[in-house]
C-alpha cells in the first residue's frame, strides 16, 4: 500500500488546514485508516484513526485533539483526510497517514501502532 499525504503547511495558532491522504494500489474502503504525528524530539503518536464502517464508522481521536481534530474518508474518491481546527503551537509535527488491516480496531491502531502501511509525511507548523 503506497500512501501520500498532502496539505501541510505553515498556519498562525488558531487557524486551520485540511491534511489529505491517497492511496495507490488499494482500495481505502477496505482499511482501517488514520493520522499519526511525530514532533521533533518526540515519539510519533497516534491522533485519529476511522474503521471501514459506512454508514457509522468508529473513530478514535487522541485526547490532545478531540474537539478540534475530525477525520473522514471519501468512498468515492479514495481518500482520507484530517481537517484540524484551532491548531495549536504543539500541533507542529510531521503527519503521516496510515492504513491497517480492516479487523484491527480503531483504538489498536491509534495506541498500539498496529499499523501496515506508512506513507511519507506532510509537515504542519503552527507559529505566529
Known amino acids: 500500500v503506497q500512501l501520500v499525504e498532502s496539505g501541510g503547511g505553515l498556519v498562525e495558532p488558531g487557524g486551520s488546514l485540511r491534511l489529505s491522504c491517497a492511496a495507490a494500489?488499494?482500495?481505502?474502503?477496505?482499511?482501517?485508516v488514520g493520522w499519526f504525528r511525530q514532533a521533533p524530539g518526540k515519539e510519533r503518536e497516534g491522533v485519529s484513526c476511522?474503521?471501514?464502517?459506512?454508514?457509522?464508522?468508529?473513530?478514535y481521536y487522541d485526547d490532545s485533539v478531540k474537539g478540534r481534530f475530525i477525520i473522514s474518508r471519501d468512498s468515492a474518491k479514495d481518500m482520507v483526510y484530517l481537517e484540524m481546527n484551532n491548531l495549536k503551537s504543539e500541533d507542529t509535527a510531521v503527519y503521516f497517514c496510515?492504513?491497517?488491516?480492516?479487523?484491527?480496531?480503531?483504538?489498536?491502531?491509534?495506541?498500539?501502532?498496529?499499523?501496515?502501511?506508512w506513507g511519507r509525511g506532510t509537515q504542519v507548523t503552527v507559529s505566529s
Open positions: 496510515a492504513a491497517s488491516h480492516p479487523h484491527i480496531t480503531v483504538q489498536n491502531m491509534c495506541i498500539r501502532h498496529r499499523v501496515r502501511s
Open positions: 494500489g488499494v482500495d481505502l474502503d477496505y482499511w482501517t
Open positions: 476511522i474503521d471501514m464502517g459506512v454508514s457509522n464508522p468508529k473513530t
